[in-house]
């Protein structure tokens, strides 16, 4: 709405967004000692503020780079902390926020911006749209028994949080960015993952695994306190370079005493843990939600970065509301992305291209569903393969 003002937050005001963000998830502001790590996880120039005429509303947004199809790395925006005041939503506060938000990425030259997002209702209508999607995995450890065919894997160590939490960036970089939509993850973003789990449990572990070619694997974990009599160690990272890794590091899993269950909360879709055991129900797959939404900032450097499948080219022609730049037609085939004059066979938004991007949706599902215009009847199997990818694509870093 006109009446709102949007505009950069000083670092001295970014405190009151963080408690206003709080307040919005219905929790109290934080206390000093809360505020220090997180102090540290707002970007100085990143943080923006609705004023109506106080502080109404908030998000901000830190630097990283996303893999994409083919094994580029794109500029990302990871955007979190949005929240408007009780009393004072519905009045477009979040539109003036997001108006303000993308126009300053499309500036800055950033080509995609990512969430996760609260409720499915809000982020569409901003040209965001579900990019990958996780699994929660739950594993009966009684039940476990490991095909005798599983691979060996190797040593495994274990650290506490204190020696574990420095070698964290090393440990990630090393084994986490293989697949397409795992993202960069730097010092504005670890102060708050490690604050987040010194609160989750008083004790929380760090397995590292060691192949034949040094470290290749680790996972951080605790078990649920007074859950004696039912253990349940909840999985809060799992990245590994190689399936021997996956393998050495779920035998460690296994070996964990006084656990009854073993619990992965967001996993990638074609992660193969039923195919460890003998019974594969060993391992159920309790949910499938959204991980997260991605936003094509800038359509051109997006659809040129990414490598695409074996099919005819396809014609797509892109609208989009808030980056009128983006709107035109776009060549895609094996040999790349670029805009044309040519008639279009797909028509779609900005919040379809963003779902169409990793391949998680197939095209045809996206048409079938009414998402995607189809003006060539033969275009959305085309698109299936050109934009499907080998690998479920997951981005495995909650912010
Ligand atoms: C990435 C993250 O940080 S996720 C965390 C998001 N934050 C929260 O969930 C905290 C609690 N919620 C809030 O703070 C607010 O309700 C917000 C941020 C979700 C929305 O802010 P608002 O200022 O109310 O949104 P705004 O008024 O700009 O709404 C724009 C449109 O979205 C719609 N909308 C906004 N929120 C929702 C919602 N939760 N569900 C459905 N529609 C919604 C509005 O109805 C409006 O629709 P219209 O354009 O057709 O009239």
Known sequence: MSDHTVRTLRPDEHRAAWDLF????????????????????????????????????????????????????????????????????????LSALQAAQLADFAERGVALALLHASE????????????????????????????????DGGEVTVLGIDEAAPKWPELYAATAMGRVAAMTRSEIYWPGYEAQLRRRAKLVQTAVHRGPDGVDGYLTYYVEED???????QVMAFHYANPAAFAGLWRFLLSVDLVDEIVLPLRPLDEPHALLFADPRTAKTE??????????????????????????????????????????RYLVGPGGASRTDAEPALRLTADTL??????????????????????????????????????????????
């Not at 499915?120 to 995995?137: D, E, K, M, P, S």
């Not at 859950?227 to 160690?233: D, F, P, Q, R």
């Not at 009414?370 to 870093?397: N, Q």
């Open 22 to 93: 709080r307040a919005a998830l219905h929790v109290q502001p934080g206390t000093d000692e809360e505020w220090e790590p997180a102090a540290r996880a707002h970007q100085d120039g990143r943080v923006l503020g609705v004023f109506g005429p106080e502080l109404i509303g908030t998000t901000r947004s830190f630097d990283s780079e996303m893999v994409v199809p083919g094994g580029a790395r794109l500029p990302l925006a990871a955007v979190t902390g949005v929240g408007v005041r009780a009393g004072r939503t519905r009045r477009g506060v």
């Open 120 to 151: 499915g209702a809000i982020y569409g209508r901003y040209g965001y749209g579900i990019a990958t999607l996780a699994n929660r995995v739950v594993v009966d450890k009684h039940r476990a028994q490991l095909r005798p065919d599983v691979p």
């Open 227 to 233: 859950s004696h009599e039912h253990g349940k160690l």
């Open 287 to 328: 949910s499938t939600d959204d991980e997260s939404w991605l936003r094509l900032v800038d359509v051109p450097a997006a659809l040129a970065a990414r490598a695409y499948g074996p099919a005819e080219p396809v014609v797509i022609e892109v609208s989009d509301r808030s980056l009128p730049a983006n709107d035109g």
């Open 354 to 399: 963003a779902m169409l991007y990793f391949g998680t949706w197939r095209a045809s599902a996206l048409a079938d569903t009414g998402r995607i215009e189809v003006l060539d009847a033969a275009a959305p199997e085309a698109a299936d393969v050109l934009f499907g990818t080998r690998e479920s694509v997951w981005c495995g870093t909650f912010f």
